[in-house]
């Protein structure tokens, strides 16, 4: 550690600090009468504590400045992430990766942990630290999901190295062979499982629609593989309630087959319906898990009408209506403001782009007849709903964006509350912003790196009237960052199809009120809201809600709600796949109140379909980052090209620290000390 002073006083300031302390000493202790009868080395001792005292308290009034130069070692850091999805134990290795493998990963990271920091990571659906052993229960594996939680919580830390241990096979997220060049560390992968072919015939995907309308025909295709059964015929059904709909034959044509079978239904009953597509078991199959997969649709009896209105053409018109049309739920009706004469009521909403909110008589009509609005890019600042913006003429901002984590209207996923951060800058009003009663913010603005209370998209209900306003020119660029990191469209597809969702949807009038999914996947938690409100429609949250779940075997469970400021919720957790069925009870002012209904656990059969490892995805992530693929037996292997990796090595950082003078605590005390002396001896020599 090297220290500096560093002095910002003209140098007489010390002059005249130390002719204080001086004079302060002289005044008591030189050819004082009252001293005569005290020894003269006391006299010369109290003389020195009196003037450093007093001298030390006038430098604490200078701008005296002691710099720190600190430096600081950290040692590399080996992460070791272990694949905890359920294909890694359904192999005829399974029992040796349970117990064998696990022991000498600990062995390993015993070993190298004498010259690293070892840190453990489990990664299946999502990626955390490694509390307990792997229980490999994951019923997704997300490798590139991995990567990302690696950049985001590691960036700052010197990482020397990750060891994967994985069987190499992926069913969700990007390919890890692209995302792992982003990394400037080797990965290690430590290759499990089996990679030789088996006989197998499977169902690999079901592509069909999540939402179907009463009385309208809905597809589905059935895509089946099939491995080394060349000439073989097998049959591919779909049933529903155990009674078959539909079925086709397939002849199996080479050794690595693959064909769609179309078929067709009739959505002719409302309400969530499950159905179970089926491929022959041939002999010889050493997996037949795969060869059955459910799904289902949920049918309803009415389709929402959007009306998207522009007052010029825009890239943003079209990214919006793409994303509602992405969504089975809505009829969207598009066209310019100018040209636009039809009457409103038959629209469920109506989104404006790019239009003056003065006098609007499209506006107008919407508040008139109670009918949901969204403006997106207004025209100007003024008279917009549920916020007030004072702005200069013609100043703007770009602005990026940031989840209010306080919005609680509906729920977004997380991928898309992490990525909003990740979205380009839009243009949004330069000026002050203060948003009206009945306003949530769901998207605030954040300049450069403050997060402001300015909002980018904001909703507003007042009397049961409900709008919304995206305060920006450039959603469009959203949709394309989108693409560019996932390929796909799915996150800004939510943003949009949520929003519209809620503001589509009519306000339920009932005193009790019951929010849960109709479907949800195995992996996913279950929160259950429920509001109470009295006769005013106001909301309580004295009454206790009681909760009844009935799982498939007809076994029931018992809850109650926990209680929020002003509402009640559930979290039910995890559950099995199947049809559940609940029922909700509240009693207000001696009025029961019951609400019933079905949710349905999709069962995820990612990890089911493909059994056979991927050592060639593991040897890819490795040749790109640096490293080196190795197999389960060569774990001493692994560790010595660990230990002679020169890139590996500790790194020094450096830190400067600047305190002022009157900071340091020991001058303090050394002062106190200097007076508690000098008291003392004043009053052991009462004279003085």
Same mark, same amino acid.
């Given at each position: ?31 004082? %009468? ?11 001792? =109290? ?75 489990? @990664? ?93 025909? @809905? ?51 409302? $309400? ?109 600042? &003024?008279?917009?709903? $549920? ?47 203060? =948003?009206?009663? $009945? ?45 560019? &990191? ?31 999914? %109709? ?7 279950? &929160? ?28 029931? @469970? ?19 796949? $199947? ?5 909700? %009870? ?103």
């Amino acid at each position: 550690m090297f220290s500096k002073i560093i002095v910002n006083s003209p140098w007489y300031f010390f002059l005249l600090s130390l002719c204080l302390g001086l004079a302060a000493a002289l005044l008591l202790y030189f050819r004082n %009468k009252k001293n005569t009868d005290v020894p003269k080395n006391v006299i010369r001792l =109290l003389f020195v504590f009196r003037f450093l005292s007093i001298s030390l308290i006038a430098l604490f009034l200078l701008s005296i400045f002691l710099k720190q130069l600190k430096n600081e070692t950290q040692n590399p850091v080996i992460l070791v992430a272990i694949d905890n999805s359920s294909s890694m134990v359904m192999q005829k290795d399974s029992l040796e990766i349970k117990k064998d493998i696990l022991e000498k990963l600990k062995s390993f990271q015993q070993n190298i942990s004498k010259n690293f920091e070892v840190k453990t990571l489990l @990664f299946g659906t999502k990626t955390s630290s490694a509390k307990t052993d792997p229980s490999f229960t994951e019923k997704e594996t997300d490798i590139s999901n991995l990567i990302a939680e690696i950049e985001n919580n590691f960036s700052n830390q010197n990482i020397g190295a990750l060891v994967v241990v994985s069987d190499g096979i992926y069913n969700k997220g990007a390919n890890p062979i692209y995302t792992s060049e982003k990394l400037s560390f080797p990965v290690y992968p430590i290759a499990i499982g089996d990679t030789s072919e088996v006989k197998d015939v499977a169902i690999q995907k079901i592509n069909h629609n999540q939402v179907a309308y009463l009385g309208n025909n @809905f597809p589905a295709e059935v895509i089946i593989s099939a491995k080394n059964f060349i000439g073989k015929d097998v049959v591919v059904s779909l049933s529903q309630n155990q009674i078959e709909k539909a079925k086709q034959t397939l002849k199996i044509t080479s050794n690595n087959f693959l064909a769609t079978c179309n078929f067709t239904f009739n959505a002719t009953n409302a $309400g969530v319906l499950k159905y179970v597509a089926r491929v022959t078991v041939l002999d010889g199959e050493k997996n037949t898990l795969n060869n059955q997969q459910s799904f289902i649709i949920d049918v309803i009896d009415n389709k929402e009408k959007i009306l998207l209105l522009a007052t010029a053409p825009h890239p943003d018109v079209a990214a919006i209506k793409d994303a509602i049309l992405n969504s089975t739920s809505f009829d969207v009706e598009y066209g310019l403001v100018s040209e636009f004469k039809k009457p409103i009521k038959p629209y469920s909403l109506i989104i404006l782009h790019g239009t003056q909110t003065n006098n609007n008589p499209i506006v107008l009509d919407c508040k008139t007849n109670n009918i949901p609005f969204w403006i997106i890019n207004p025209g100007s600042s &003024e008279n917009l709903q $549920g916020i007030k913006i004072n702005s200069a003429l013609n100043k703007f901002n770009d602005a990026e964006a940031y989840i209010n984590s306080s919005f609680g209207l509906f729920t977004i996923s997380d991928e898309l509350k992490k990525f909003v951060k990740e979205f380009p800058a839009i243009k949004t009003f330069f000026g002050n912003y203060s =948003l009206g009663n $009945g306003s949530n913010a769901l998207i605030n603005q954040r300049i450069g790196v403050v997060e402001t209370d300015s909002p980018v998209l904001l909703f507003t209900e007042v009397n049961g009237a409900k709008s919304a306003v995206f305060i920006g020119d450039g959603l469009w660029k959203w949709k394309m960052r989108d693409f560019a &990191e996932h390929s796909n469209h799915n996150l800004f597809n939510e943003l949009v199809s949520k929003s519209v969702q809620y503001l589509a949807v009519k306000s339920d009038k009932s005193f009790f009120r019951i929010t849960a999914p %109709k479907t949800i996947n195995e992996n996913e938690p279950i &929160e259950i809201g429920a509001e109470v409100y009295n006769k005013s429609y106001e909301l309580i949250n004295e009454p206790d809600v009681t909760f009844i779940l009935t799982n498939p075997e007809g076994k029931k @469970f018992n809850y109650t709600f926990s209680k929020t400021s002003n509402s009640h919720k559930l979290n039910l957790g995890l559950l099995p796949f $199947g049809e559940y069925k609940y029922e909700a %009870k509240v009693k207000v002012n001696n009025e029961l109140f019951v609400k019933q209904g079905i949710i349905v656990v999709k069962e995820i059969v990612s990890e089911k379909i493909n059994t056979v490892a991927n050592h060639q995805v593991l040897n890819a992530m490795a040749k790109r980052s640096g490293g080196k693929l190795f197999y389960k037996d060569q774990l001493d292997q692994l560790e010595k090209e660990i230990l002679k990796n020169e890139q590996i090595k500790p790194i020094t950082y450096s830190q400067n620290n600047t305190t002022l003078l009157i900071d340091l605590k020991w001058l303090f005390w050394l002062i106190l000390i200097f007076l508690t002396i000098e008291w003392y001896f004043r009053k052991r020599y009462t004279s003085i």
